[in-house]
């Protein structure tokens, strides 16, 4: 039997709140083509609207429904065509064509066309969370029916990464919900799955989209829970609640050893790090900075947070990452070089700092609880706050926050870290330097500087400056590259577990 798709059908049902298919009891064959794949984060979704988040847990999700022109793998570092089949750059490197791909459906039924491409990409230089991804454009427009072109106003040899964060989006979908696009339901995707139902701290449910131009998905339904608290989802796993989770380090060896579950520790492309707001009183004194940042007890934070098994970091971005560098400025645990530091500070006796926020649950709970102890340790008081994840990352973001524990997942090139440091990235950075006493527009055009040369080489001797800047602000402190310890129920079959971002296009039931 055809399969027809009724997109208004689907739309109405879905706002309602209803988990339903778009297509007759009849599409779905027996066996385990209806089985339901239960999965968990552990945070509510923030936002379906992918140009406004950059949360990490959004962005474990996001990718199911909607795609960018290229993905670029993240266990290979291989750019694969997607919305776009292929693409060119100019002589000068100035000017990129990207052909958009026949055939590909949004999940309301229309097709794709290169005005929403270039609808998609105007909107994202608006939004705060993705324009860092688009400074160097100029100009944005089609060229034909098939054709997408970028102007740029200098070489960039992180564009084409850039890009990959970026997902295209329906102009009509977009358009006609308005204020409402991101907080309810939409068919707004080009993804291997579109959603049926939507509760953002509650429950949200998608199916198999069949005119996916890479074929339908093997899984037809998911059903996704956030559960805040790894020890409870841990629990609804081991209860038969959830087929697949992120299981807390602390459990691991139990789990790794029970013949009932698949298993994997894959490390992640990850930093988890604490960031110092430069602004707030009394952390505008350097040296009281660099007290805390040598006052860090790593080893204790990657055992409190992962059983020792996470990765101390030196820098914030991992070399497998193009341009990083792995020489440089470096703080680790030495309390006497902290005491030191302390003594040169305005607060040689010690001084209450105030509060530590972090977003409550999981490890970013833990890590502020040794950081509150290591300060201790040399006379420095705080508080922890506990705070739920898109409180605390808003407060961030508004330099409403004195001292915090997170992390970012690079996406393969040093140049990802710009939209978290720079100053222009207002809505995404973390740390304002333009109201510090540093050279903030040095760094600005070191960040320009990285980026206008292909030569890998040139690159990393640019961002080891770079990096060396902004850590001697003793603002962002890299702690640990965490792993993940993947667990999942014997009959899913999972090809590759990528290292933080699930593809559950790839994954199947057993036969």
């Given at each position: 039997m055809k399969r027809v798709f009724n997109p208004k059908s689907l739309l109405l049902a879905a706002t309602a709140g209803i988990c339903?298919?778009?297509?007759?009891?009849?599409?779905?064959?027996?066996?385990?083509?209806?089985?339901v794949l239960r999965l968990s984060i552990l945070a509510p979704l923030t936002?379906?609207?992918?140009?406004?988040?950059?949360?990490?847990?959004?962005?474990?999700?996001?990718?199911?429904?909607?795609?960018?022109?290229?993905?670029?793998?993240?266990?290979?570092?291989?750019?694969q065509p997607r919305i776009a089949e292929s693409y060119t750059v100019s002589e000068d490197g100035k000017t990129y064509k990207f052909k958009i791909r026949k055939g590909v459906k949004f999940h309301n039924?229309?097709?794709?066309?290169?005005?929403d491409c270039v609808f998609s990409f105007k909107r994202a230089q608006t939004t705060p969370q993705m324009k860092s991804n688009l400074t160097v454009v100029t100009d944005i427009h089609a060229e034909g029916d098939d054709t997408l072109v970028f102007e740029l106003s200098q070489p960039n040899s992180a564009f084409l990464n850039s890009l990959c964060n970026i997902f295209v989006i329906s102009e009509?979908?977009?358009?006609?919900?308005?204020?409402?696009?991101?907080?309810?339901?939409?068919?707004a995707g080009t993804g291997p799955y579109y959603l049926t139902s939507l509760q953002h701290d509650v429950e949200w449910t998608c199916s198999a989209f069949p005119q996916y131009y890479r074929g339908e998905a093997p899984i037809k339904k998911l059903d996704y829970k956030p559960i805040t608290q790894a020890s409870a989802g841990l629990i609804a796993f081991e209860a038969g609640e959830l087929d697949w989770y992120i299981a807390p380090i602390a459990n691991w060896d139990d789990l790794k050893d029970n013949d009932k579950y698949n298993t994997e520790l894959v490390p992640a492309n990850h930093i988890s790090f604490l960031v110092i707001n430069p602004a707030a009183k009394p952390l505008d004194d350097e040296n009281l900075r660099k007290a805390i940042a040598y006052c860090i007890d790593k080893d204790a934070m990657n055992m409190t947070c992962y059983d020792g098994l996470a990765v101390n970091a030196d820098f914030m971005i991992q070399k497998q990452n193009?341009?990083?560098?792995?020489?440089?400025?470096?703080?680790?645990?030495?309390?006497?070089?902290?005491?030191?530091?302390?003594?040169?500070?305005?607060?040689?006796?010690?001084?209450?700092?105030g509060v530590i926020n972090c977003s409550a649950g999981g490890y970013f709970e833990k890590m502020a609880q040794v950081l509150q102890q290591n300060m201790a340790d040399i006379g420095i008081i705080a508080k922890v706050n506990r705070l739920d994840s898109a409180t605390n990352m808003n407060n961030m973001r508004k330099q409403t926050f004195s001292i915090a524990p997170t992390g970012f997942s690079p996406s393969g090139d040093f140049d990802f870290y710009r939209k978290f440091s720079q100053t222009d990235m207002v809505g995404s950075f973390y740390v304002k330097f333009e109201d510090t006493p540093y050279d903030w527009k040095h760094m600005n055009e070191l960040w320009d500087k990285g980026v206008a040369t292909t030569n890998v080489e040139e690159r990393k001797a640019i961002?080891?400056?770079?990096?060396?800047?902004?850590?001697?602000?003793?603002?962002?402190?890299?702690?640990?590259?965490?792993?993940?310890?993947?667990?999942?129920?014997?009959?899913?079959?999972?090809?590759v577990n990528y290292p933080t971002n699930p593809q559950v296009y790839e994954w199947s039931w057993k036969k």
């Amino acid at each position: 039997m055809k399969r027809v798709f009724n997109p208004k059908s689907l739309l109405l049902a879905a706002t309602a709140g209803i988990c339903v298919s778009a297509f007759s009891g009849a599409a779905f064959a027996a066996g385990n083509d209806d089985r339901v794949l239960r999965l968990s984060i552990l945070a509510p979704l923030t936002t379906i609207d992918p140009h406004r988040t950059v949360n990490l847990q959004d962005k474990i999700f996001l990718p199911q429904i909607y795609e960018s022109l290229y993905l670029q793998n993240e266990k290979t570092g291989e750019y694969q065509p997607r919305i776009a089949e292929s693409y060119t750059v100019s002589e000068d490197g100035k000017t990129y064509k990207f052909k958009i791909r026949k055939g590909v459906k949004f999940h309301n039924g229309d097709d794709l066309k290169v005005s929403d491409c270039v609808f998609s990409f105007k909107r994202a230089q608006t939004t705060p969370q993705m324009k860092s991804n688009l400074t160097v454009v100029t100009d944005i427009h089609a060229e034909g029916d098939d054709t997408l072109v970028f102007e740029l106003s200098q070489p960039n040899s992180a564009f084409l990464n850039s890009l990959c964060n970026i997902f295209v989006i329906s102009e009509r979908e977009v358009t006609e919900q308005g204020e409402k696009f991101g907080t309810q339901v939409a068919l707004a995707g080009t993804g291997p799955y579109y959603l049926t139902s939507l509760q953002h701290d509650v429950e949200w449910t998608c199916s198999a989209f069949p005119q996916y131009y890479r074929g339908e998905a093997p899984i037809k339904k998911l059903d996704y829970k956030p559960i805040t608290q790894a020890s409870a989802g841990l629990i609804a796993f081991e209860a038969g609640e959830l087929d697949w989770y992120i299981a807390p380090i602390a459990n691991w060896d139990d789990l790794k050893d029970n013949d009932k579950y698949n298993t994997e520790l894959v490390p992640a492309n990850h930093i988890s790090f604490l960031v110092i707001n430069p602004a707030a009183k009394p952390l505008d004194d350097e040296n009281l900075r660099k007290a805390i940042a040598y006052c860090i007890d790593k080893d204790a934070m990657n055992m409190t947070c992962y059983d020792g098994l996470a990765v101390n970091a030196d820098f914030m971005i991992q070399k497998q990452n193009v341009g990083a560098p792995t020489e440089g400025i470096v703080y680790n645990y030495d309390p006497d070089k902290a005491k030191e530091y302390l003594a040169k500070s305005a607060y040689p006796n010690g001084v209450d700092i105030g509060v530590i926020n972090c977003s409550a649950g999981g490890y970013f709970e833990k890590m502020a609880q040794v950081l509150q102890q290591n300060m201790a340790d040399i006379g420095i008081i705080a508080k922890v706050n506990r705070l739920d994840s898109a409180t605390n990352m808003n407060n961030m973001r508004k330099q409403t926050f004195s001292i915090a524990p997170t992390g970012f997942s690079p996406s393969g090139d040093f140049d990802f870290y710009r939209k978290f440091s720079q100053t222009d990235m207002v809505g995404s950075f973390y740390v304002k330097f333009e109201d510090t006493p540093y050279d903030w527009k040095h760094m600005n055009e070191l960040w320009d500087k990285g980026v206008a040369t292909t030569n890998v080489e040139e690159r990393k001797a640019i961002y080891r400056e770079l990096n060396d800047w902004i850590a001697n602000t003793a603002t962002y402190l890299p702690i640990f590259h965490k792993v993940q310890p993947y667990v999942w129920v014997k009959d899913l079959v999972i090809p590759v577990n990528y290292p933080t971002n699930p593809q559950v296009y790839e994954w199947s039931w057993k036969k």
